[in-house]
T-cell receptor, first 113, second 108 residues
Framework: GAVVSQHPSRVICKSGTSVKIECRSLDFQATTMFWYRQFPKKSLMLMATSNEGSKATYEQGVEKDKFLINHASLTLSTLTVTSAHPEDSSFYIC?????????FGPGTRLTVT | EDQVTQSPEALRLQEGESSSLNCSYT??????LFWYRQDPGKGPEFLFTLYSAGEEKEKERLKATLTKKESFLHITAPKPEDSATYLCARGIREKLTFGTGTRLTIIP
């Protein structure tokens, strides 16, 4: 149980375009989902917390107009990187919260050329 | 704000050589201590949650323990497939603060 999926697993896009990443909790309903960013050999940096049906809460320093988060249902959250630039290239990981723990998706490798 | 520190940063062991990873934190109180395993290019895989000092949990060759200010992840007789980065995190389920991880390499 407690499986979280992400799609796509890898994406390459050109600078200036937008990219959408989906995060789904497959076997449980998650009222709260989280989006993290991870740089090579670094730990996870929380970007935002999203609650179903309400606006996401962004961490300090994260541009909410660049990283649009939608949490339309109890099993789906999306992260859209708008007008992507090479510095947005990173590993993006979502997680979904069950009653006691967070379960993570497999991550999405974004490369902006 | 809680700060989480893991040591060592990297650890290389021979297969079968037991050792421990450390996770220390600055804020006491009712928060969970979480251990995750992360393989390269993958998301973290949940291992354990600990809440109370003195609590222990085991899974195969791994045992996690908790004191008031730190947690240990003991690895007994590790195998090459235990090679991964082990992350600890503190918090309640809504918000976790992660350490930087310990990269564990088990040499056959």
């Amino acid at each position: 149980g407690a499986v979280v999926s992400q799609h796509p697993s890898r994406v390459i896009c050109k600078s200036g375009t937008s990219v959408k990443i989906e995060c789904r909790s497959l076997d449980f309903q998650a009222t709260t989902m989280f989006w993290y960013r991870q740089f090579p050999k670094k730990s996870l940096m929380l970007m935002a917390t999203s609650n179903e049906g309400s606006k996401a809460t962004y961490e300090q320093g994260v541009e909410k107009d660049k990283f649009l988060i939608n949490h339309a249902s109890l099993t789906l959250s999306t992260l859209t990187v708008t007008s992507a630039h090479p510095e947005d290239s990173s590993f993006y990981i979502c997680s979904a919260s069950s009653a006691y723990e967070q379960y993570f998706g497999p991550g999405t490798r974004l490369t902006v050329t | 704000e809680d700060q989480v520190t893991q040591s060592p940063e990297a650890l290389r062991l021979q297969e079968g050589e037991s050792s421990s990873l450390n996770c220390s934190y600055t804020v006491s109180g009712l928060r969970g201590l979480f251990w995750y395993r992360q393989d390269p290019g993958k998301g973290p895989e949940f291992l354990f949650t600990l809440y109370s000092a003195g609590e222990e949990k085991e899974k195969e060759r791994l045992k996690a323990t908790l004191t008031k200010k730190e947690s240990f992840l003991h690895i007994t007789a590790p195998k090459p497939e235990d090679s991964a980065t082990y992350l600890c995190a503190r918090g309640i389920r809504e918000k976790l603060t992660f350490g930087t991880g310990t990269r564990l390499t088990i040499i056959p």
